[in-house]
């Protein structure tokens, strides 16, 4: 049970990471021989999410304290099952199969704007308790993260014990089979390069010297709570500052007039880039940079973009915000700072400069990628499938 | 007077340090604050600072700490809050750095610098109330100070997702190991599994005598090593006898090492465990063990999960019985597995969590709150209060 794998008018599908998250989860369930279905929000419809594997709308929509009460009626009055994956957390409100598991994705509500949506005291009082419930019912909580973790421990001490740590997973095949050297374009991959070519020094930021400038690749959705406007400000402020650096920004915003509007102001600032595609044209991106950044603000968890950057062997700048503290070890296998801009301009100036230091972040990145693949994933998945739902 | 005063003491520095030594100033507490504190003296005395430790105790000293001055604060024994007060008597132009924030109410110096040590209220059974009073501790911190430092980032997340707004004034500084003094040591055949903490429910030795329980009869060429306290003998020897009664004695060791000797003990472990169940920062013990090129096998609470990517360098689980023997026995039988991750674990270390790296990152918020000590006039040391 979901909230939205497909619009609710059921004609486009979404694809980030949580839709990612669901269709492996749904391929590890048909593999271990469960017979699965999906329900979400929606007019009625009932479409696929994989061959054979329909997912059927519910006509609820209504939220209130930050959950979906009726939508969760709903889905028990009419899905006819026998166990329960509540695919966000708070769908387990206010009730829950016995055997059923939920999903944390990481703390959504750690940014401003959360607190006026729940503005007064009593509000917040009535969404943690819903929280609560919806953590005390099914019988384990796979968190995606430790911050979860520790914020439910923190909250309600004890209750941690309900909660299962499983990271994110990275394709390694796809982002870092090819990890070579920064800066590689399709031509230049190995193998397709002329042999016994000296391989075009990394370049140095302030030392345009005549080679490629340094590459920095923003990879996420565009929203402000990740770290967006930070990442465009530093753009524009190191652009200015620097000949020998170039911004791609790489993603999709929600709404296709900022997308104009962002695309106008990428082509106003020389160096700055502004376009998207689709996941499978990735690894040649971050194949093609120097730095990735993930400058999230707020609401993170184990982000596929940063494993994916890691994967590919690249140094990355991320914030110290919610499960970006599990994946990365400030100084060993890339750098952590705070959400601010000012921290972000540093950091990328001082990478920009080093590019053994680069080097070395990103090897170690790729390093510990590994310890983060999607065979790892599936066992850890198995392991709590069957302590659950092992009649 | 003050001019006079401030060339020969214009570098001092206040120092609030809870616990350095024991409330009668006999002897100090050891432990990870004690180390702490060392590092942190050290770097102000370089830069120029004159520090004073200030603490809580049981009637008004002065002791003297590796050089360092130690006051204490006798009216701790009426209240906390009233020792606490006594720290900021009669120095108002004296600039205080508070190396842990209060745990009652507090009236920090304006502009000053506080740091926490994780968050320490999320174990089973803390009661409602404690809770509530831990939260309004650190807001109370956070909302006087200038920067409050922590030495991990859940005590961050946990911040940032209950106030957001405050988060903005933490800043991490994880904490350090002596990567000369803590070095890996010859893997021998035999497997040891080392405890290397302190007698304290919160770290867990319950889970870790059910592991040993749990494999040992299994696995006649494993021996646990605990290396505890002494600071109460007679819970240590409550321990050594109950071990003398279990069926594989031969197999278990207990011993109380000094600071100085735990370089040594760790050398002789292969595997170290950590198992605790709430109230972790960025535990010296979890960098000591990666320092030393053990696997290091730890509960995924707080700070230790800052320190440990589980698979890489480490093995994280939840702090369950059932965990730690299958995990144990993982690595029991996998001595390439626990090579590796010794191996990447002392990396991490030296790469990451150096003292030199601590220090510059130290360096950089003491500058950033209190300026360099020859820089501070009157006008800036008395923005705490008005002469006196």
């Not at chain 1, 729940?118 to 099914?138: F, K, Q, S, Y």
């Not at chain 1, 230049?188 to 920095?216: F, N, S, T, Y």
Request: net charge negative; hydrophobic share 40%; glycine share 8%.
């Amino acid at each position: 049970m979901t909230t939205n794998h497909y619009h609710p008018d059921g004609e486009r599908q979404l694809y980030g990471g949580a839709e990612r998250y669901g269709l492996e989860l749904t391929r590890l369930l048909l593999d271990l021989g469960y017979e699965v279905e999906w329900w979400q929000v929606g007019e009625g419809w009932v479409r696929e999410i994989l061959p054979g594997v329909p997912i059927r709308s519910i006509r609820e929509n209504s939220f209130s304290y930050q959950t979906m009460p009726a939508l969760n009626q709903a889905f028990h009055a009419r899905a006819n099952v026998d166990y329960a994956l509540y695919f966000v957390a708070f769908l387990a409100y206010p009730e829950a199969l016995p055997r059923s598991l939920a999903i944390s994705h990481g703390i959504y509500w750690d940014y401003p704007g959360f607190d006026v949506t729940l503005a007064t005291d009593n509000d917040r009082e009535e969404w943690r308790r819903r929280m609560l419930l919806a953590l005390a019912g099914p019988r384990r909580i796979v968190s995606v993260d430790t911050a979860t973790i520790q914020w439910v421990n923190s909250s309600w001490p004890g209750l941690g014990h309900k909660l299962v740590y499983i990271p994110n997973f990275v394709d390694l095949q796809a982002f870092g089979s090819q990890a070579g050297r920064a800066g590689q374009t399709a031509a230049e991959v190995p193998g397709e390069a002329a042999e016994g070519d000296e391989p075009a020094p990394e370049p140095i930021l302030g030392q345009p010297g005549g080679g490629r400038p340094v590459r920095v690749l923003f990879p996420r959705r565009m929203v402000q709570v990740r770290g967006l406007n930070e990442a465009a400000r530093a753009a524009e402020v190191l652009t200015a500052r620097y000949e020998n650096i170039e911004f791609h920004f790489v993603g999709r915003f929600h709404d296709e007039g900022l997308e104009k509007e962002f695309l106008r102001w990428a082509g106003s600032h020389r160096n700055i880039y502004y376009y998207w595609l689709p996941p499978h044209a990735m690894p040649r991106v971050y194949r093609a940079v120097d730095l990735v950044l993930i400058p999230s603000r707020s609401t993170e968890g184990t982000s596929l973009s940063c494993l994916e950057g890691m994967a590919a062997g690249r140094s990355v700048i991320a914030t110290w915000v919610g499960g970006l503290t599990d994946l990365i070890i400030d100084g060993f296998n890339g750098r952590l700072i705070p959400p601010d801009g000012q921290a972000l301009v540093e950091a990328i100036e001082e990478l920009g400069k080093q590019p053994a230091l680069r080097r070395q972040l990103g090897e170690n990145a790729r390093q510990v990628a590994r310890a983060f693949s999607l065979e790892r994933w599936r066992q850890r998945w198995s392991q709590v499938l069957e302590e659950v739902f092992t009649p | 007077m003050r001019a006079g005063e401030r060339t020969q003491a214009g570098a001092r520095m206040r120092v609030f340090v809870p616990n350095l030594l024991s409330w009668d100033g006999s002897a100090p507490v050891t432990g990870g604050l004690e180390r702490f504190a060392r590092q942190l003296l050290r770097l102000l005395r370089s830069l120029g600072w004159q520090p004073e430790v200030w603490q809580y105790a049981a009637a008004d000293w002065l002791k003297e700490w590796e050089g360092f001055p130690v006051h204490g604060c006798g009216l701790s024994a009426i209240a906390l809050e009233a020792g606490f007060q006594q720290l900021h008597q009669g120095g108002a132009d004296v600039p205080i750095l508070y190396a842990s924030l209060a745990f009652h109410p507090a009236r920090y110096q304006p502009g000053s610098l506080v740091m926490s040590h994780g968050v320490w209220w999320d174990g089973a059974g803390v009661p409602a109330e404690q809770i509530r009073a831990a939260f309004r501790w650190a807001e109370q911190a956070l909302a006087q100070a200038r920067l409050v430092v922590s030495c991990d980032y859940n005590f961050l997340n946990v911040v940032r997702s209950w106030q957001p707004d405050l988060a903005g004034k933490i800043r991490v500084i994880p904490n350090f190991v002596d990567t000369d003094a803590f070095v890996p040591g010859d893997a021998g055949s035999q497997v040891v599994i080392l405890y290397p903490r302190r007698l304290d429910e919160r770290r867990g030795l319950q889970l870790f005598l059910q592991a040993a329980a749990a494999l040992l009869p299994r696995f006649p060429q494993v021996s646990f090593l605990l290396s505890v306290d002494d600071n109460h003998p007679a819970e240590t020897e409550k321990l050594r006898r109950w071990l003398a009664d279990q069926p594989w004695r031969e197999q278990v060791e207990l011993v109380t090492a000094s600071m100085e000797a735990m370089p040594e003990v760790y050398r002789r472990a292969q595997i170290v465990v950590l198992p605790s169940l709430y109230s972790e920062g960025t535990s010296f013990s979890c960098l000591e063990a990666m320092a030393s090129g053990c696997a290091v096998v730890a509960s995924d609470v707080g700070g230790l999960t800052n320190l440990i990517l589980s698979g890489y360098n480490g093995l994280l689980l939840p702090p369950r019985a059932s965990a730690l023997v299958e995990a144990l026995e993982q690595l029991i039988r996998e001595p390439d597995l626990r090579a590796r991750l010794g191996r990447r674990a002392r990396q991490v270390a030296e790469e990451a969590f150096s003292l030199q790296r601590w220090e510059d990152q130290w360096r950089r918020v003491i500058t950033q709150v209190y300026g360099r000590p020859l820089d501070r006039g009157p006008q800036h040391g008395a923005e705490g209060g008005t002469g006196r």
